[in-house]
């Protein structure tokens, strides 16, 4: 397959996935269901998730360099997770109103890891701010 044929594939879908966007935009201006808009908005969620992943493990495996540097990153994220679970608790929170919740043991600490996860996450790129711009004040 050539590449002007893949551009000109690409095109046409495009084209039609515009198409079926406007065509929704009108039926929502006309019946005001939004519906349709939001499956429509899934579908290409899913479909760019795809096609990130497939053209993301292809990369990887395009060179050796660069299926090290990938695998080490998914090491990092792997143990940035472990170290927020092990933090975690499945301990219930007292507040007011915390009956009208349907929280489980798990679903608690899954919430608590994913806080804890973002607390590093914010605090590493915060200090990596911090870092290039001091380090690009004494160049």
Same mark, same amino acid.
């Given at each position: 397959?050539?590449?002007?044929?893949?551009?000109?594939?690409?095109?046409? $879908?495009?084209?039609?996935? +515009?198409?079926?966007?406007?065509?929704?935009? &009108?039926?929502? #201006?006309? !019946?005001? !269901?939004? @519906? =349709?808009?939001? &499956? +429509? %908005?899934?579908?290409?969620?899913?479909?760019?998730?795809?096609?990130?992943? $497939?053209?993301?493990?292809?990369?990887? #495996?395009?060179?050796?360099? /660069?299926?090290? !540097?990938?695998?080490?990153?998914?090491?990092? $994220? @792997?143990?940035?997770?472990?170290?927020?679970? *092990?933090?975690?608790?499945?301990?219930? =929170?007292?507040? +007011?109103?915390?009956?009208?919740?349907?929280?489980?043991?798990? %679903?608690?600490?899954?919430?608590?890891? /994913?806080?804890?996860?973002?607390?590093? *996450?914010?605090?590493?790129? +915060?200090?990596?701010?911090?870092?290039?711009? $001091?380090?690009?004040?004494?160049?």
């Amino acid at each position: 397959m050539g590449k002007s044929l893949a551009i000109r594939i690409v095109g046409i $879908i495009a084209y039609i996935l +515009f198409g079926i966007s406007l065509l929704l935009a &009108v039926l929502f #201006f006309i !019946n005001y !269901n939004e @519906a =349709p808009m939001l &499956v +429509f %908005t899934y579908i290409l969620t899913a479909i760019a998730m795809g096609t990130t992943l $497939i053209f993301s493990v292809i990369g990887m #495996f395009q060179s050796k360099k /660069s299926m090290i !540097n990938s695998l080490s990153v998914l090491g990092v $994220i @792997a143990v940035l997770v472990l170290i927020s679970y *092990l933090m975690s608790s499945s301990e219930m =929170p007292t507040f +007011f109103g915390v009956e009208g919740f349907k929280l489980t043991g798990s %679903t608690l600490q899954l919430i608590d890891t /994913s806080l804890f996860l973002l607390y590093i *996450l914010m605090a590493s790129s +915060f200090i990596g701010l911090i870092y290039t711009e $001091i380090r690009g004040a004494f160049k």
